[in-house]
């Protein structure tokens, strides 16, 4: 086996009287692709600092190989002090023969390297400490969440061109597809301690389940050897007493190995609240245009979101993914063009910027609204200190100012604060970010368990994958394309060529040209709807109205909780009817919405 480039061995480090990394460490080798894994706060980024040498562990032993180069990204890239981009990249490499990476990745990046690094956004940032990192062909290669805001072409062009590197690389990321396609092992940090799998990642999330359910069985067999050896000192400290002394001696040792051993770390609790039904249609756009000068963001685009649904919005930055779905909940207003929202949608909302968390307050005063110890959860109270335990959040933080917080910290800050309120519609801008594996499973599990509908925009391949029944991307002049299924269906239709309506429920969103075009070739001989059609799409909203006042009017006299008791027919009865008119409506619902898509069908067609 080749020695290691780099490697750190028995690494211990204690912030604030804890012990963070407790004989914590890893080896990597020349071409080797590790990833680093573990939950937010277990000690992953102060480790890769360690290992850039940026920070000093309290012992341990740190080797890089002489004549070994290394460049380190960390998670907030600092590029002060240098007046361009391209300064900052020229400082990064050693050899001037190579001075003409610099300009390459620059331009492959999307910059043109004359930005002034204090007025660049955050997304530049990570693109010009990206672009120095590579550009200096290291020998080691630390990346800290590379990801973090970039948009999703930056994030497959910075996949591919970590495949066609030789350099060995360890990488800190919570984008489950980057770390499946880059890594060949895996150091698990988990309580201080590190764990590695000579497997991809793929493999790891079973594996971590295997270590720690055989955790879960020695733990057992050590409180059964306790309780034993407990039952011998009541009862059985008859024999000699040099044995009596040495048993009681193991005792001891057992009760310390007991009280020091660290459990692993719990799982946020996700529950999100659901408000009542919402209407069939949430929400209708029609032929909206968006501008922002003379840069148009939406053209003409046509779109229904549906109970139910899991609209995903993608795009590169600053395609307008934001202020569509700010079109599309009635945030803003569209320059042209309609958008009609359902009745009865209670929205929640998750912002990526986290604008809505005020630093100085504290956790709990955030959580409760400043209004004493009791959060209000749905239609119950909870207190604070109860629910912050849901989130992972610890007793002692409560009154932890939320400036200080990490940032995955913040995440679920946020997470705890939208789903206390009950909804039937969760917007979610950008919801993945900073958050550990763990809790991506859950919000997932959550997703898909929740009742309502989603709008959601993530650069999270792999969660779209998982979450989304939708996925809608810019193509290029505002003009947005909606395809069903997750972001992988989206590039396989893409490749194919979307020529054809696909077999779904939701209509393709088309250009007004293609739209136009299609139109004309199926063009039927009528110009308008029947007279049968006409008074039926006048009258269905009237007919729907009456069931849904019908079935809530059933939904309240179930909702006594006596009344099964009292009289198990007349329940019986109710449910019966409450089932026949929620069937009625929503058939209803789907012919009103058939014929509305034909009368516009057709209404395009005279046009």
Known sequence: MAPPLLLLQDITLTLGGNPLLDKAGFSVSAGERLCLVGRNGSGKSTLLKIAAGVIQPDSGTLFLQPGATLRYLPQEPDLSGYATTADYVLAQITDPASEWRAAAMLDALGLTGKENPANVSGGEARRCAI???????????????????????????????????????????????????????VVWLDRGMTRRLDQGFSRFESWREEVLEQEERDTHKLDRQIAREEDWMRYGVTARRKRNVRRVGELAALRAARRDAVRAQGTVTLNVQSASTSSRLVAVAENISKSWGERCIVRNLDLRVLRGDRLAIVGANGAGKTTLLRLLVGQD???????????????????????????????????????????????EKRHVIGYMKDFLFKPEQARTPVGVLSGGER??????????????????DEPTNDLDLETLDLLQEMLDAYDGTVLLVSHDRDFLDRVATSVLTTESDGIWTDYAGGYSDMLIQKKGGIEEEIASEKPVVRSASSSKETAGASRAPAKKLSYKDQFALDNLPKEMEKLERDAQALRTKLADAGLYSRDPKLFQKYSADLEKIEAKLAESEEKWLELEMKRESLASGEN
């Open 131 to 185: 672009a120095g990192a590579l550009a200096s062909a290291p020998d080691i290669l630390l990346l800290d969440e590379p990801t973090n805001h970039l948009d999703m072409p930056t994030i497959e062009w910075l996949e591919r061109e970590l495949l066609s590197l030789n350099c060995a690389m360890v990488i800190i990321s919570h984008d489950r597809r980057l770390l499946s396609t880059l890594s060949r092992s």
């Open 333 to 379: 207003q569209p320059d042209s063009g309609t958008i009609t929202l359902g009745p009865s949608l209670s929205m929640v909302t998750l912002d990526q910027q986290r604008r809505t968390l005020d630093p100085n307050k504290t956790l709990a005063d955030t959580l409760t609204g400043g209004g004493g110890d009791m959060v209000q959860v749905g239609t």
């Open 411 to 428: 995440g679920r800050l946020m997470l705890a604060c939208a789903l206390a309120q009950p909804s039937n519609l969760l917007v979610l």
